[in-house]
T-cell receptor, first 115, second 110 residues
């Protein structure tokens, strides 16, 4: 079946602009995660959803970042007033649940470049 | 604080040589530990998890709570093992949040 998909694959924007990044999880997966990966670093947790609600948003760096998952499936990560430091690969993952044996399946990522 | 440390950015070995990718963690409770791998031009994927105590593609990893380590080992490296490897920690079974190390690039030379 189809894996996690993310759009766009690449996004170039100017400092101060607003961007939206989309994630389509695997069908039936209730848990959805966003991570950010800067160059030379491992993925860094941003937020995770269980169903429609954000169960843990402790990784969002500041209030310019916001994510939604209104119907418990597709999620959108929104970044306001982008800064050059926001440039990174944004990864989405999904899993059936959060139990010990659950596997997170990752998407290909969206590469964001803020000029 | 929860933290994962992978001290080597790059590990280069010859085909057939043993491999050990180091991972140390900091966590006060009972962690769940994972190794993820990213092959060239592919997405990040789970390689193995400590709780399963399994061998995947010849790789094994043992959780050593005394040394707070979860090193990844393979007795005989293959060229197709060349990839980026990330060690990750899940601090609680109530959340899926993963904390990743910085990653180690494994380069297996012919």
């Amino acid at each position: 079946g189809a894996g996690v998909s993310q759009t766009p694959s690449n996004k170039v924007t100017e400092k101060g602009k607003y961007v939206e990044l989309r994630c389509d999880p695997i069908s039936g997966h209730t848990a959805l995660y966003w991570y950010r990966q800067s160059l030379g670093q491992g993925p860094e947790f941003l937020i995770y959803f269980q169903g429609t609600g954000a169960a843990d948003d402790s990784g969002l760096p500041n209030d310019r970042f916001f994510a939604v998952r209104p119907e418990g499936s597709v999620s959108t990560l929104k970044i306001q007033r982008t800064e050059r430091g926001d440039s990174a690969v944004y990864l989405c993952a999904s899993s059936l649940g959060t139990g010990v044996q659950e596997t997170q399946y990752f998407g290909p990522g969206t590469r964001l470049l803020v000029l | 604080a929860q933290r994962v440390t992978q001290p080597e950015k790059l590990l280069s070995v010859f085909k057939g040589a043993p491999v050990e990718l180091k991972c140390n963690y900091s966590y006060s409770g009972s962690p769940e530990l994972f190794w993820y791998v990213q092959y060239s031009r592919q997405r990040l994927q789970l390689l193995l998890r400590h709780i399963s105590r399994e061998s995947i593609k010849g790789f094994t990893a043992d959780l050593n709570k005394g040394e707070t380590s979860f090193h990844l080992k393979k007795p005989f490296a293959q060229e197709e093992d060349s990839a980026m490897y990330y060690c990750a920690l899940k601090g609680s079974s109530n959340t899926g949040k993963l904390i990743f190390g910085q990653g180690t690039t494994l380069q297996v030379k012919p």
